[in-house]
């Protein structure tokens, strides 16, 4: 055990956080320094990380946040924590059409890796000794897999029917998780999110693509019509749901995160368009080819960590899009978070 790792078992309670480069990875782990747990945070570093947070987190936090440059398939030994929070994940869906195998290895591969992992610290792990207690694993999911809803909204326990391989991975990973929770022992929990929005999100995904395409006067890419309807939730909501389902939710339950707001594609472009200054018709919107597969609808119901765990969202799409849109006008032009010429992603 090296000094670091020493320092971070006496002191305080410690998250090992995967993907905590990510979009909401990233937005956790600032919560999770604020609040005076010490994380270590393993990514890879792909093309949707944000390689520049680690220089923030490692400046304000010297002394509790480390980093591990890996991949989590690749990962011999776990480093020691109190809970794991499990963001690492491919979720680009266009991308899955294109190759789902590289979904299947991070998704599905990376996950069972992990338990794996945690199977083996019954005891001792490799160098590690282990509090008497294995650590939970929090794992986070997502809305899509259970494909699309026309009406109404899907429950904790309703049964998966993803339409991607994206998604269908992350639903496999889910059934890992359940499997070794019942095999091992594995103290889990697992959350579902319906779509997030906020500062710092890869501009493949539909808000700051509206907003960075809007900002160069680049025309909006919609998937076909843009009817396609979806929940939305602020990241920080998301995050303090996740927050509270670690210290607070039940072992070996499943919390739906879900905020009551609802708007279909074209909604969220004349928003962000309107925010602008810009209308949407012909010149700011391109619709293209639609996606295969597409889901009609999203909705989750999140009666269950309102009513058990006493959380509900506090921000609104238009209350929080002035402010997102700054953001991106302060750092247009960085290489993250930039124009993105492809299609959007729902």
Not at 140 to 147: A, K, L, M, R, Y
Not at 183 to 208: A, D, F, M
Not at 230 to 242: M, Y
């Amino acid at each position: 055990m090296n000094i670091m790792e020493d320092q971070i078992k006496k002191n305080s309670k410690t998250v090992l956080v995967t993907g905590g480069l990510g979009f909401i990875g990233g937005h956790f782990i600032d919560l999770l320094l604020e609040n005076g747990f010490a994380v270590v945070n393993v990514d890879k570093i792909t093309y949707a990380s944000n390689p520049k947070l680690n220089d923030v987190f490692s400046g304000n936090y010297p002394e509790k946040y480390r980093f591990i440059k890996k991949d989590i398939n690749d990962l011999e030994e776990l480093p020691y924590a109190d809970y794991i929070v499990h963001f690492a994940a491919e979720s680009h869906v266009d991308n899955s059409i294109i190759d789902g195998m590289v979904f299947t290895r991070s998704n599905v591969f990376g996950t069972q890796n992990l338990l794996n992992l945690l199977a083996k610290t019954r005891g001792k792990n490799l160098m590690h000794e282990w509090p008497m207690n294995q650590p939970e694993f929090i794992h986070i999911s997502t809305d899509e897999v259970f494909g699309d809803i026309e009406t109404g909204f899907f429950k904790e326990d309703d049964r998966h029917n993803p339409s991607n391989p994206y998604a269908a991975s992350k639903s496999a990973a889910e059934m890992l998780v359940v499997a070794y929770g019942r095999t091992y022992g594995i103290p889990y929990k697992i959350t579902r999110s319906t779509n997030n929005y906020g500062p710092r999100q890869h501009p493949e995904k539909l808000v700051p693509h509206c907003i960075t395409r809007g900002i160069s006067g680049n025309k909006i890419r919609i998937h076909g019509a843009g009817n396609q309807k979806r929940n939305w939730i602020h990241v920080e909501d998301n995050c303090r749901a996740i927050f509270k389902v670690m210290l607070e939710g039940r072992p070996g339950e499943i919390y739906n995160i879900s905020s009551p707001e609802e708007y279909s594609v074209n909604d969220i472009a004349r928003m962000v368009l309107e925010k602008l200054g810009n209308r949407a018709d012909t010149a700011t919107v391109d619709h293209v080819q639609d996606r295969s597969g597409q889901d009609v609808r999203y909705a989750l119901d999140s009666a269950k960590i309102k009513e058990k765990l006493g959380w509900s969202a506090r921000s609104t799409f238009q209350d929080s899009v002035g402010d997102i849109i700054e953001y991106y006008k302060q750092n247009h032009g960085n290489p993250h978070n930039g124009p993105h010429e492809g299609n959007i992603v729902l």
